[in-house]
Protein backbone atom coordinates (compact mmCIF):
# COMPACT_ATOMS: atom_id res chain seq x y z
CA UNK A 1 0.00 0.00 0.00
CA UNK A 2 2.62 2.36 0.77
CA UNK A 3 4.64 1.36 -2.56
CA UNK A 4 0.99 2.55 -4.46
CA UNK A 5 0.50 5.68 -2.22
CA UNK A 6 3.66 7.07 -3.05
CA UNK A 7 3.14 6.14 -7.08
CA UNK A 8 -0.14 8.03 -6.51
CA UNK A 9 1.86 10.63 -5.28
CA UNK A 10 4.48 11.13 -7.55
CA UNK A 11 1.84 10.94 -10.48
CA UNK A 12 -0.15 13.84 -9.16
CA UNK A 13 3.33 16.23 -8.58
CA UNK A 14 3.83 15.47 -11.98
CA UNK A 15 0.25 16.36 -13.02
CA UNK A 16 1.05 19.46 -10.98
CA UNK A 17 4.32 20.23 -13.04
CA UNK A 18 2.92 19.65 -15.85
CA UNK A 19 -0.26 21.81 -15.18
CA UNK A 20 2.41 24.44 -13.66
CA UNK A 21 4.91 24.37 -16.92
CA UNK A 22 1.90 24.61 -19.33
CA UNK A 23 0.70 27.83 -17.36
CA UNK A 24 4.34 29.38 -17.58
CA UNK A 25 4.13 28.53 -21.24
CA UNK A 26 1.11 30.23 -21.86
CA UNK A 27 2.06 33.75 -19.96
CA UNK A 28 5.90 33.47 -22.17
CA UNK A 29 3.60 33.29 -25.28
CA UNK A 30 1.38 36.23 -23.83
CA UNK A 31 3.91 38.21 -22.96
CA UNK A 32 5.91 38.36 -26.35
CA UNK A 33 3.26 38.29 -28.40
CA UNK A 34 2.00 41.49 -26.55
CA UNK A 35 5.89 42.57 -27.63
CA UNK A 36 5.12 42.68 -30.72
CA UNK A 37 1.78 44.38 -30.81
CA UNK A 38 2.09 48.68 -32.05
CA UNK A 39 2.95 50.43 -29.18
CA UNK A 40 3.82 47.67 -26.28
CA UNK A 41 7.14 47.79 -24.81
CA UNK A 42 9.25 45.03 -25.01
CA UNK A 43 10.61 45.61 -21.65
CA UNK A 44 10.77 43.40 -18.11
CA UNK A 45 8.68 44.80 -16.00
CA UNK A 46 7.90 48.10 -14.26
CA UNK A 47 11.39 48.38 -12.98
CA UNK A 48 12.93 49.26 -16.06
CA UNK A 49 10.52 52.51 -17.02
CA UNK A 50 7.53 50.82 -18.02
CA UNK A 51 3.97 50.60 -17.71
CA UNK A 52 2.70 47.22 -18.99
CA UNK A 53 -0.86 47.66 -17.73
CA UNK A 54 -1.68 48.10 -21.47
CA UNK A 55 -0.94 45.07 -23.95
CA UNK A 56 -1.11 47.49 -26.91
CA UNK A 57 -0.35 51.79 -26.33
CA UNK A 58 1.23 51.00 -22.86
CA UNK A 59 4.53 53.48 -22.38
CA UNK A 60 6.73 54.88 -20.31
CA UNK A 61 5.81 55.76 -16.71
CA UNK A 62 6.08 58.98 -17.13
CA UNK A 63 8.02 61.02 -14.68
CA UNK A 64 8.29 64.25 -16.02
CA UNK A 65 11.07 65.79 -14.25
CA UNK A 66 14.59 65.25 -15.68
CA UNK A 67 16.41 65.79 -11.70
CA UNK A 68 13.34 63.34 -10.81
CA UNK A 69 14.54 61.00 -13.24
CA UNK A 70 17.87 61.32 -12.45
CA UNK A 71 17.16 60.80 -8.33
CA UNK A 72 15.27 57.85 -8.89
CA UNK A 73 17.82 56.07 -11.49
CA UNK A 74 20.29 56.44 -8.15
CA UNK A 75 18.20 53.85 -6.61
CA UNK A 76 17.58 51.86 -9.49
CA UNK A 77 20.19 52.21 -12.26
CA UNK A 78 18.78 50.14 -15.02
CA UNK A 79 17.46 51.46 -18.25
CA UNK A 80 15.28 50.14 -20.84
CA UNK A 81 17.58 47.25 -22.95
CA UNK A 82 14.96 47.85 -25.83
CA UNK A 83 12.23 49.43 -27.03
CA UNK A 84 9.60 47.51 -29.07
CA UNK A 85 9.37 47.66 -32.75
CA UNK A 86 6.27 48.55 -34.27
CA UNK A 87 4.64 45.99 -36.75
CA UNK A 88 5.76 46.88 -40.14
CA UNK A 89 2.11 47.71 -41.74
CA UNK A 90 2.94 50.86 -39.74
CA UNK A 91 6.20 51.48 -41.45
CA UNK A 92 4.61 54.50 -42.82
CA UNK A 93 2.38 55.55 -40.04
CA UNK A 94 1.61 59.77 -39.54
CA UNK A 95 0.13 59.34 -36.12
CA UNK A 96 -1.79 63.03 -36.31
CA UNK A 97 -2.58 61.99 -39.81
CA UNK A 98 -3.89 58.63 -39.15
CA UNK A 99 -7.32 58.17 -40.85
CA UNK A 100 -7.48 54.93 -39.03
CA UNK A 101 -7.83 56.82 -35.84
CA UNK A 102 -10.57 59.22 -36.97
CA UNK A 103 -13.11 55.98 -37.43
CA UNK A 104 -11.55 54.18 -34.23
CA UNK A 105 -12.32 57.54 -32.44
CA UNK A 106 -15.94 58.01 -34.01
CA UNK A 107 -14.74 61.46 -35.06
CA UNK A 108 -17.40 63.01 -37.37
CA UNK A 109 -15.30 65.18 -39.78
CA UNK A 110 -16.91 67.12 -42.35
CA UNK A 111 -15.48 65.63 -45.89
CA UNK A 112 -16.77 68.51 -48.03
CA UNK A 113 -14.11 70.66 -46.29
CA UNK A 114 -11.75 68.36 -46.04
CA UNK A 115 -11.43 68.51 -42.23
CA UNK A 116 -10.82 64.18 -42.60
CA UNK A 117 -7.27 65.63 -44.20
CA UNK A 118 -6.26 68.09 -40.83
CA UNK A 119 -4.51 66.63 -37.87
CA UNK A 120 -5.93 64.77 -35.58
CA UNK A 121 -3.46 63.41 -32.95
CA UNK A 122 -4.25 60.41 -30.63
CA UNK A 123 -4.66 60.75 -27.15
CA UNK A 124 -2.16 60.16 -24.70
CA UNK A 125 -3.57 56.39 -24.39
CA UNK A 126 -3.68 55.70 -27.56
CA UNK A 127 -0.46 56.84 -28.49
CA UNK A 128 2.36 54.21 -30.67
CA UNK A 129 4.93 54.03 -28.51
CA UNK A 130 7.38 51.86 -30.35
CA UNK A 131 9.81 52.42 -33.23
CA UNK A 132 8.53 52.62 -36.65
CA UNK A 133 10.46 50.09 -38.61
CA UNK A 134 11.57 50.71 -42.38
CA UNK A 135 10.15 48.44 -45.04
CA UNK A 136 11.82 45.32 -46.07
CA UNK A 137 14.89 45.92 -48.51
CA UNK A 138 15.08 49.44 -47.18
CA UNK A 139 18.79 51.26 -48.58
CA UNK A 140 20.55 54.66 -47.26
CA UNK A 141 18.23 56.98 -49.58
CA UNK A 142 20.44 57.95 -52.98
CA UNK A 143 22.33 61.32 -52.12
CA UNK A 144 21.44 64.40 -53.27
CA UNK A 145 21.52 66.03 -56.27
CA UNK A 146 21.26 62.37 -57.61
CA UNK A 147 18.11 61.95 -55.66
CA UNK A 148 16.20 64.93 -57.05
CA UNK A 149 15.72 61.90 -60.52
CA UNK A 150 15.52 58.39 -58.85
CA UNK A 151 14.99 57.28 -55.50
CA UNK A 152 15.00 53.75 -54.35
CA UNK A 153 12.29 51.86 -54.75
CA UNK A 154 12.42 49.55 -52.17
CA UNK A 155 12.30 52.53 -50.00
CA UNK A 156 8.62 53.78 -50.87
CA UNK A 157 7.34 50.57 -52.52
CA UNK A 158 4.64 52.47 -54.26
CA UNK A 159 4.03 52.27 -57.70
CA UNK A 160 0.35 53.42 -58.43
CA UNK A 161 1.45 56.98 -59.54
CA UNK A 162 3.71 55.65 -62.01
CA UNK A 163 0.53 54.28 -63.73
CA UNK A 164 -2.05 56.38 -63.31
CA UNK A 165 0.24 59.49 -64.42
CA UNK A 166 1.70 57.74 -66.92
CA UNK A 167 1.05 59.83 -69.64
CA UNK A 168 2.67 63.50 -67.64
CA UNK A 169 5.56 61.77 -66.48
CA UNK A 170 5.51 62.21 -62.98
CA UNK A 171 7.45 59.03 -61.94
CA UNK A 172 8.69 56.37 -64.00
CA UNK A 173 9.67 52.56 -62.66
CA UNK A 174 13.13 51.45 -63.83
CA UNK A 175 14.19 48.30 -61.72
CA UNK A 176 14.95 48.77 -58.55
CA UNK A 177 14.92 52.52 -59.07
CA UNK A 178 12.09 54.93 -59.61
CA UNK A 179 12.81 58.26 -62.28
CA UNK A 180 11.63 61.22 -62.07
CA UNK A 181 11.34 62.86 -65.58
CA UNK A 182 10.39 66.43 -64.19
CA UNK A 183 6.98 66.44 -65.69
CA UNK A 184 3.67 67.13 -63.75
CA UNK A 185 -0.09 67.29 -64.77
CA UNK A 186 0.31 70.51 -66.44
CA UNK A 187 3.82 70.50 -67.74
CA UNK A 188 4.87 67.04 -69.04
CA UNK A 189 7.45 67.97 -70.88
CA UNK A 190 9.47 69.48 -68.04
CA UNK A 191 8.88 71.99 -65.09
CA UNK A 192 12.60 73.61 -66.19
CA UNK A 193 10.40 74.68 -69.72
CA UNK A 194 7.09 75.85 -67.74
CA UNK A 195 8.82 77.64 -65.24
CA UNK A 196 10.81 79.56 -67.77
CA UNK A 197 7.54 80.13 -69.94
CA UNK A 198 6.56 81.77 -66.59
CA UNK A 199 9.46 84.11 -66.33
CA UNK A 200 8.68 85.28 -69.79
CA UNK A 201 4.80 86.11 -68.92
CA UNK A 202 6.18 88.39 -65.86
CA UNK A 203 8.32 89.92 -67.99
CA UNK A 204 11.40 89.22 -65.79
CA UNK A 205 14.94 90.17 -66.59
CA UNK A 206 16.63 86.97 -68.84
CA UNK A 207 13.48 84.91 -68.09
CA UNK A 208 14.58 83.74 -64.95
CA UNK A 209 11.61 83.61 -62.34
CA UNK A 210 13.62 84.76 -59.46
CA UNK A 211 13.56 88.08 -60.90
CA UNK A 212 16.88 89.33 -59.51
CA UNK A 213 16.64 87.91 -56.50
CA UNK A 214 13.36 89.63 -55.33
CA UNK A 215 11.23 86.23 -55.84
CA UNK A 216 12.74 84.11 -53.04
CA UNK A 217 10.03 81.81 -51.21
CA UNK A 218 7.40 80.24 -53.08
CA UNK A 219 4.09 78.01 -51.98
CA UNK A 220 3.01 75.46 -53.94
CA UNK A 221 -0.47 73.58 -53.13
CA UNK A 222 -1.24 70.31 -54.79
CA UNK A 223 2.72 69.80 -55.55
CA UNK A 224 2.29 66.21 -56.50
CA UNK A 225 5.82 64.73 -55.69
CA UNK A 226 7.13 68.55 -55.93
CA UNK A 227 9.00 68.53 -59.53
CA UNK A 228 8.10 72.47 -59.50
CA UNK A 229 9.40 73.21 -56.48
CA UNK A 230 12.72 70.75 -57.34
CA UNK A 231 13.44 72.65 -60.34
CA UNK A 232 13.17 76.14 -58.87
CA UNK A 233 16.05 75.16 -56.55
CA UNK A 234 18.43 75.67 -59.42
CA UNK A 235 17.37 79.38 -59.29
CA UNK A 236 17.82 80.01 -55.62
CA UNK A 237 13.89 80.22 -55.18
CA UNK A 238 13.12 77.50 -52.11
CA UNK A 239 9.08 76.35 -52.32
CA UNK A 240 6.84 75.19 -49.38
CA UNK A 241 5.86 72.42 -51.31
CA UNK A 242 2.04 70.99 -50.16
CA UNK A 243 -0.25 68.29 -50.24
CA UNK A 244 -2.43 66.29 -48.69
CA UNK A 245 -2.42 62.69 -47.81
CA UNK A 246 -4.92 61.79 -50.27
CA UNK A 247 -6.02 59.28 -53.11
CA UNK A 248 -2.49 59.94 -54.14
CA UNK A 249 -0.54 58.80 -51.27
CA UNK A 250 2.74 59.08 -50.79
CA UNK A 251 3.65 62.21 -53.31
CA UNK A 252 5.03 63.94 -50.23
CA UNK A 253 7.15 60.92 -49.06
CA UNK A 254 8.56 60.73 -52.46
CA UNK A 255 9.35 64.63 -52.37
CA UNK A 256 11.04 64.41 -49.31
CA UNK A 257 12.97 61.06 -50.23
CA UNK A 258 14.35 62.91 -52.99
CA UNK A 259 15.91 65.64 -50.92
CA UNK A 260 12.97 68.44 -52.10
CA UNK A 261 11.84 70.89 -49.50
CA UNK A 262 8.07 69.69 -49.16
CA UNK A 263 5.28 68.75 -46.27
CA UNK A 264 1.81 67.42 -45.57
CA UNK A 265 -1.19 69.64 -45.21
CA UNK A 266 -4.49 71.11 -46.85
CA UNK A 267 -6.47 73.80 -47.76
CA UNK A 268 -9.57 73.06 -45.66
CA UNK A 269 -10.79 74.65 -42.35
CA UNK A 270 -7.78 75.74 -39.96
CA UNK A 271 -5.09 78.22 -41.53
CA UNK A 272 -2.15 77.02 -42.62
CA UNK A 273 0.68 76.73 -39.68
CA UNK A 274 2.85 79.75 -41.63
CA UNK A 275 2.82 83.81 -40.95
CA UNK A 276 0.99 86.27 -43.26
CA UNK A 277 3.04 87.65 -45.81
CA UNK A 278 5.12 84.73 -46.35
CA UNK A 279 5.33 84.00 -49.96
CA UNK A 280 6.32 86.21 -52.97
CA UNK A 281 4.47 83.75 -55.30
CA UNK A 282 1.93 81.37 -54.76
CA UNK A 283 0.99 78.21 -57.35
CA UNK A 284 -1.67 76.00 -58.39
CA UNK A 285 -1.35 73.65 -61.13
CA UNK A 286 -4.30 71.62 -62.26
CA UNK A 287 -4.36 71.46 -58.04
CA UNK A 288 -8.20 70.19 -57.80
CA UNK A 289 -9.19 73.01 -55.10
CA UNK A 290 -12.55 74.60 -55.24
CA UNK A 291 -11.36 78.44 -54.53
CA UNK A 292 -14.67 79.40 -54.64
CA UNK A 293 -16.33 77.49 -51.53
CA UNK A 294 -17.72 79.12 -48.89
CA UNK A 295 -16.87 82.96 -50.06
CA UNK A 296 -13.52 82.42 -51.20
CA UNK A 297 -12.14 81.48 -48.14
CA UNK A 298 -9.30 79.70 -49.57
CA UNK A 299 -8.28 82.68 -51.47
CA UNK A 300 -8.67 84.42 -48.68
CA UNK A 301 -6.05 82.08 -47.15
CA UNK A 302 -4.01 82.21 -49.85
CA UNK A 303 -4.19 86.52 -49.95
CA UNK A 304 -3.05 85.82 -46.45
CA UNK A 305 0.46 84.57 -47.56
CA UNK A 306 1.19 86.76 -49.91
CA UNK A 307 3.43 89.19 -49.46
CA UNK A 308 2.76 92.97 -51.29
CA UNK A 309 2.10 92.72 -54.73
CA UNK A 310 2.51 88.76 -54.64
CA UNK A 311 2.16 86.72 -57.11
CA UNK A 312 -1.09 83.78 -57.75
CA UNK A 313 0.08 81.07 -60.79
CA UNK A 314 -3.15 79.45 -61.84
CA UNK A 315 -3.19 76.76 -64.69
CA UNK A 316 -6.17 75.20 -64.83
CA UNK A 317 -8.89 74.83 -67.33
CA UNK A 318 -11.00 76.74 -65.66
CA UNK A 319 -8.31 79.57 -67.37
CA UNK A 320 -9.05 78.92 -70.57
CA UNK A 321 -11.50 76.32 -71.51
CA UNK A 322 -14.86 77.55 -73.24
CA UNK A 323 -17.22 75.08 -72.02
CA UNK A 324 -20.42 77.10 -69.81
CA UNK A 325 -19.41 75.34 -66.48
CA UNK A 326 -15.86 76.30 -66.73
CA UNK A 327 -16.70 79.60 -68.08
CA UNK A 328 -18.79 79.94 -65.51
CA UNK A 329 -16.33 79.25 -62.78
CA UNK A 330 -13.95 81.76 -64.34
CA UNK A 331 -16.06 84.82 -63.99
CA UNK A 332 -16.90 83.78 -60.73
CA UNK A 333 -13.35 83.57 -59.78
CA UNK A 334 -12.33 87.17 -61.70
CA UNK A 335 -14.80 88.82 -59.87
CA UNK A 336 -14.15 87.91 -56.56
CA UNK A 337 -10.30 88.37 -57.04
CA UNK A 338 -11.42 91.70 -58.54
CA UNK A 339 -13.25 92.46 -55.44
CA UNK A 340 -10.15 91.64 -53.82
CA UNK A 341 -8.05 94.44 -55.09
CA UNK A 342 -5.89 91.51 -57.15
CA UNK A 343 -5.34 91.75 -60.94
CA UNK A 344 -4.49 89.77 -64.06
CA UNK A 345 -0.86 90.45 -64.60
CA UNK A 346 -0.59 87.80 -67.43
CA UNK A 347 -2.56 85.09 -69.39
CA UNK A 348 -1.32 82.71 -71.80
CA UNK A 349 -2.40 79.46 -73.15
CA UNK A 350 -3.88 77.19 -70.08
CA UNK A 351 -2.27 79.93 -67.31
CA UNK A 352 -3.24 83.24 -65.67
CA UNK A 353 -1.06 85.17 -63.40
CA UNK A 354 -2.79 87.46 -60.65
CA UNK A 355 -1.05 89.66 -58.05
CA UNK A 356 -2.15 91.45 -55.19
CA UNK A 357 -2.10 94.87 -54.28
CA UNK A 358 0.79 97.10 -52.96
CA UNK A 359 -1.07 98.89 -50.15
CA UNK A 360 -3.95 99.13 -49.05
CA UNK A 361 -5.45 101.82 -50.46
CA UNK A 362 -7.86 99.48 -53.23
CA UNK A 363 -9.77 98.02 -50.13
CA UNK A 364 -10.23 101.35 -49.17
CA UNK A 365 -11.80 102.71 -51.95
CA UNK A 366 -14.58 100.12 -52.24
CA UNK A 367 -18.02 100.59 -52.03
CA UNK A 368 -19.20 100.07 -48.12
CA UNK A 369 -20.42 96.85 -47.32
CA UNK A 370 -18.30 95.10 -50.13
CA UNK A 371 -17.29 91.42 -49.67
CA UNK A 372 -15.35 89.81 -48.60
CA UNK A 373 -14.55 92.66 -45.64
CA UNK A 374 -11.61 93.67 -44.30
CA UNK A 375 -10.59 91.64 -40.70
CA UNK A 376 -10.84 93.49 -38.10
CA UNK A 377 -9.06 92.78 -34.54
CA UNK A 378 -7.48 90.20 -35.90
CA UNK A 379 -3.66 88.39 -35.54
CA UNK A 380 -3.11 87.44 -39.34
CA UNK A 381 0.37 85.61 -37.82
CA UNK A 382 -2.15 83.61 -35.29
CA UNK A 383 -2.25 80.06 -36.92
CA UNK A 384 -1.94 76.99 -34.61
CA UNK A 385 -5.23 75.60 -34.75
CA UNK A 386 -7.07 78.47 -35.99
CA UNK A 387 -9.78 78.62 -38.09
CA UNK A 388 -9.91 80.14 -41.28
CA UNK A 389 -11.70 83.73 -41.67
CA UNK A 390 -13.79 84.88 -45.01
CA UNK A 391 -12.23 88.01 -44.86
CA UNK A 392 -8.83 90.25 -46.25
CA UNK A 393 -5.97 90.63 -43.82
CA UNK A 394 -5.08 94.61 -44.35
CA UNK A 395 -1.11 95.26 -44.33
CA UNK A 396 0.13 97.12 -41.10
CA UNK A 397 0.20 101.10 -41.54
CA UNK A 398 4.27 100.66 -41.96
CA UNK A 399 3.87 97.73 -45.20
CA UNK A 400 1.01 100.06 -46.36
CA UNK A 401 3.22 103.19 -46.25
CA UNK A 402 6.64 101.46 -48.08
CA UNK A 403 4.41 100.34 -50.34
CA UNK A 404 6.24 96.71 -49.90
CA UNK A 405 7.60 94.00 -47.37
CA UNK A 406 10.94 95.99 -47.48
CA UNK A 407 12.94 93.40 -47.78
CA UNK A 408 16.34 93.04 -49.73
CA UNK A 409 16.84 90.24 -52.77
CA UNK A 410 18.15 87.30 -52.13
CA UNK A 411 21.11 86.05 -50.78
CA UNK A 412 21.62 89.51 -49.24
CA UNK A 413 18.21 88.90 -47.72
CA UNK A 414 19.79 86.04 -45.43
CA UNK A 415 22.00 87.91 -43.77
CA UNK A 416 19.91 91.88 -43.34
CA UNK A 417 18.04 92.69 -40.86
CA UNK A 418 14.17 92.68 -41.58
CA UNK A 419 12.00 95.22 -40.90
CA UNK A 420 9.57 92.70 -38.72
CA UNK A 421 11.85 92.38 -36.25
CA UNK A 422 10.49 95.44 -34.67
CA UNK A 423 7.42 93.32 -34.35
CA UNK A 424 8.95 91.11 -31.95
CA UNK A 425 11.27 93.75 -29.96
CA UNK A 426 14.37 92.10 -31.12
CA UNK A 427 17.32 95.19 -32.06
CA UNK A 428 19.37 95.15 -35.26
CA UNK A 429 21.94 94.54 -33.12
CA UNK A 430 20.21 91.49 -30.95
CA UNK A 431 20.04 89.55 -34.35
CA UNK A 432 23.53 90.31 -35.91
CA UNK A 433 24.89 88.56 -32.70
CA UNK A 434 22.48 85.88 -33.20
CA UNK A 435 23.88 85.32 -36.62
CA UNK A 436 27.31 85.39 -35.48
CA UNK A 437 26.65 82.63 -31.97
CA UNK A 438 24.96 80.92 -34.39
CA UNK A 439 27.82 80.59 -37.09
CA UNK A 440 29.86 79.43 -34.42
CA UNK A 441 28.07 76.84 -33.10
CA UNK A 442 27.51 75.00 -35.95
CA UNK A 443 31.23 75.39 -36.81
CA UNK A 444 31.61 73.08 -33.70
CA UNK A 445 28.50 70.70 -34.48
CA UNK A 446 30.34 69.89 -37.75
CA UNK A 447 33.90 69.95 -36.54
CA UNK A 448 32.63 67.04 -33.74
CA UNK A 449 30.67 65.51 -36.47
CA UNK A 450 33.23 64.91 -39.00
CA UNK A 451 34.17 61.69 -38.84
CA UNK A 452 30.24 60.83 -38.67
CA UNK A 453 29.22 62.30 -41.55
CA UNK A 454 30.74 61.28 -44.96
CA UNK A 455 30.55 64.38 -47.76
CA UNK A 456 26.69 64.80 -48.96
CA UNK A 457 25.00 62.06 -46.40
CA UNK A 458 22.69 65.05 -45.24
CA UNK A 459 20.66 67.39 -47.12
CA UNK A 460 16.80 67.27 -45.58
CA UNK A 461 16.95 69.08 -41.89
CA UNK A 462 14.81 69.84 -39.34
CA UNK A 463 15.67 72.94 -37.26
CA UNK A 464 12.87 71.80 -33.91
CA UNK A 465 13.23 74.89 -32.04
CA UNK A 466 13.72 78.04 -34.57
CA UNK A 467 14.02 80.97 -32.89
CA UNK A 468 15.16 83.79 -35.71
CA UNK A 469 16.82 80.93 -37.94
CA UNK A 470 20.37 81.38 -37.00
CA UNK A 471 21.17 77.41 -37.04
CA UNK A 472 19.89 77.29 -41.16
CA UNK A 473 21.20 80.57 -41.95
CA UNK A 474 24.69 78.98 -40.91
CA UNK A 475 23.83 76.28 -42.89
CA UNK A 476 24.17 78.33 -45.96
CA UNK A 477 27.27 77.14 -47.30
CA UNK A 478 26.08 73.85 -47.53
CA UNK A 479 23.43 72.23 -49.85
CA UNK A 480 20.96 71.24 -47.63
CA UNK A 481 17.54 72.58 -47.04
CA UNK A 482 15.92 73.15 -43.34
CA UNK A 483 12.46 72.73 -41.78
CA UNK A 484 12.44 75.67 -39.29
CA UNK A 485 9.83 74.75 -36.63
CA UNK A 486 8.61 77.54 -33.97
CA UNK A 487 7.11 75.81 -31.01
CA UNK A 488 3.80 77.52 -30.77
CA UNK A 489 4.99 79.53 -27.94
CA UNK A 490 7.58 81.40 -29.92
CA UNK A 491 5.58 81.48 -33.34
CA UNK A 492 5.74 85.09 -33.49
CA UNK A 493 9.18 84.46 -34.84
CA UNK A 494 9.03 82.45 -37.38
CA UNK A 495 7.58 85.49 -39.78
CA UNK A 496 11.45 86.64 -39.52
CA UNK A 497 12.56 82.97 -41.25
CA UNK A 498 10.19 84.07 -44.03
CA UNK A 499 11.37 87.41 -44.64
CA UNK A 500 15.11 85.67 -44.51
CA UNK A 501 14.34 83.93 -47.41
CA UNK A 502 13.91 80.45 -45.59
CA UNK A 503 11.27 78.48 -44.60
CA UNK A 504 9.35 77.25 -41.89
CA UNK A 505 6.18 76.03 -39.83
CA UNK A 506 4.42 76.27 -36.01
CA UNK A 507 4.59 73.16 -34.15
CA UNK A 508 3.92 71.45 -30.91
CA UNK A 509 5.90 69.11 -30.11
CA UNK A 510 3.95 68.11 -27.43
CA UNK A 511 2.14 66.12 -30.69
CA UNK A 512 3.43 64.26 -33.53
CA UNK A 513 4.80 66.06 -36.71
CA UNK A 514 3.01 65.98 -39.51
CA UNK A 515 5.96 64.04 -41.74
CA UNK A 516 6.11 60.50 -43.12
CA UNK A 517 8.98 58.46 -41.26
CA UNK A 518 12.63 58.69 -42.44
CA UNK A 519 12.42 61.81 -44.11
CA UNK A 520 15.33 63.62 -42.28
CA UNK A 521 19.11 63.62 -42.32
CA UNK A 522 19.30 65.65 -39.57
CA UNK A 523 17.46 66.76 -36.62
CA UNK A 524 18.59 69.88 -34.17
CA UNK A 525 16.81 70.23 -31.00
CA UNK A 526 17.89 73.32 -29.12
CA UNK A 527 16.30 73.41 -25.15
CA UNK A 528 13.64 71.46 -27.35
CA UNK A 529 13.38 68.80 -24.30
CA UNK A 530 13.28 71.54 -21.54
CA UNK A 531 10.48 73.44 -23.18
CA UNK A 532 8.23 70.32 -23.31
CA UNK A 533 8.91 69.28 -19.71
CA UNK A 534 8.14 72.79 -18.12
CA UNK A 535 4.80 71.79 -20.05
CA UNK A 536 4.31 68.29 -18.65
CA UNK A 537 4.71 66.26 -21.61
CA UNK A 538 6.58 63.63 -22.27
CA UNK A 539 10.23 63.78 -23.41
CA UNK A 540 10.06 59.69 -24.19
CA UNK A 541 7.53 60.67 -26.88
CA UNK A 542 9.19 63.08 -28.52
CA UNK A 543 12.50 60.80 -28.37
CA UNK A 544 10.28 57.72 -30.20
CA UNK A 545 8.70 60.64 -32.52
CA UNK A 546 12.18 61.75 -33.79
CA UNK A 547 13.37 58.30 -34.23
CA UNK A 548 10.23 58.17 -36.75
CA UNK A 549 10.97 60.95 -38.67
CA UNK A 550 15.13 60.29 -38.77
CA UNK A 551 16.52 58.50 -41.45
CA UNK A 552 18.56 55.34 -40.73
CA UNK A 553 22.23 56.61 -40.49
CA UNK A 554 20.72 60.33 -39.64
CA UNK A 555 22.28 62.23 -36.69
CA UNK A 556 20.46 64.33 -34.13
CA UNK A 557 22.11 66.79 -32.37
CA UNK A 558 20.23 67.75 -29.15
CA UNK A 559 21.27 71.01 -26.95
CA UNK A 560 20.04 71.21 -23.68
CA UNK A 561 20.54 71.36 -19.75
CA UNK A 562 22.83 68.79 -18.30
CA UNK A 563 20.38 67.12 -16.46
CA UNK A 564 17.89 66.74 -19.53
CA UNK A 565 21.33 65.32 -21.60
CA UNK A 566 21.99 62.49 -19.16
CA UNK A 567 18.61 61.78 -18.85
CA UNK A 568 18.54 61.02 -23.08
CA UNK A 569 21.66 59.56 -22.64
CA UNK A 570 20.22 56.61 -21.12
CA UNK A 571 17.73 56.06 -24.06
CA UNK A 572 20.19 56.27 -27.17
CA UNK A 573 21.34 52.24 -27.22
CA UNK A 574 17.61 51.07 -26.74
CA UNK A 575 17.13 54.04 -29.45
CA UNK A 576 19.46 52.33 -32.01
CA UNK A 577 20.79 56.10 -32.36
CA UNK A 578 24.41 54.37 -30.94
CA UNK A 579 25.74 53.95 -34.49
CA UNK A 580 27.96 57.02 -33.38
CA UNK A 581 27.57 59.37 -29.78
CA UNK A 582 29.77 62.15 -28.92
CA UNK A 583 28.80 64.56 -26.17
CA UNK A 584 30.63 68.16 -25.46
CA UNK A 585 30.21 70.59 -22.84
CA UNK A 586 30.29 74.15 -25.08
CA UNK A 587 30.94 77.42 -24.44
CA UNK A 588 28.34 79.83 -22.50
CA UNK A 589 27.59 82.69 -25.15
CA UNK A 590 24.53 85.00 -24.93
CA UNK A 591 22.00 82.65 -26.19
CA UNK A 592 22.72 80.31 -23.29
CA UNK A 593 20.08 80.12 -20.52
CA UNK A 594 21.81 78.25 -18.18
CA UNK A 595 24.55 75.84 -18.57
CA UNK A 596 24.13 73.41 -21.64
CA UNK A 597 25.50 70.14 -22.71
CA UNK A 598 25.42 68.72 -26.54
CA UNK A 599 24.68 65.47 -27.44
CA UNK A 600 25.34 64.05 -31.04
CA UNK A 601 24.29 60.87 -32.23
CA UNK A 602 23.48 58.43 -35.09
CA UNK A 603 20.58 56.09 -35.66
CA UNK A 604 21.75 52.90 -36.77
CA UNK A 605 20.29 51.41 -40.10
CA UNK A 606 18.49 48.20 -39.14
CA UNK A 607 19.56 44.97 -40.71
CA UNK A 608 16.50 42.71 -41.74
CA UNK A 609 16.52 40.46 -38.69
CA UNK A 610 15.25 43.63 -36.62
CA UNK A 611 12.92 44.68 -38.79
CA UNK A 612 11.27 41.52 -39.34
CA UNK A 613 10.42 40.54 -35.31
Known amino acids: MKRKGELSSTSKLLKYVLVSLIALLGLVCLFYGSSVAPGSRRSDDEAH ?7 VFGGFVRNHDPEDLLEDQEHNPEVPKSIPICDLRFSELIPCLDRNLIYQLKLKPNLMLMEH ?29 ASRDEVWKANIPHTHLAQEKSDQNWMIVNGDKINFPGGGTHFHYGADKYIISLAKMLKFPGDKLHNGGNIRNVFDVGCGVASFGAYLLPLDIIAMSLAPNDVHENQIQFALERGIPATLGVLATKRLPYPSRSFELAHCSRCRIDWLQRDGILLLELDRLLRPGGYFVYSSPEAYARDPENRRIWNDMYNLLKRMCWRVVAKQGQTVIWAKPLTNSCYLKREPQTLPILCSDDDPDATWNVSMKACISPYSAKMHKEKGSGLVPWPQRLTAAPPRLEEIGVSREEFQEDISIWRFRVIEYWKQMKSATPKDSIRNVMDMNSNLGGFAAALGDKDVWVMNVAPVSASARLKIIYDRGLIGTVHDW ?3 FSTYPRTYDLLHAWTVFSEIDERGCSAEDLLIEMDRMLRPDGIVIIRDKPSVINYIRKFVTALRWDGWVSEVEPRIDALSLSEERVLIAKKKLWDEAIITI
Do not use: M
Open 510 to 512: CEA
Open 117 to 145: YERHCPPQERRYNCLVPPPVGYKVPIRWP
Open 49 to 55: GFDGNDP
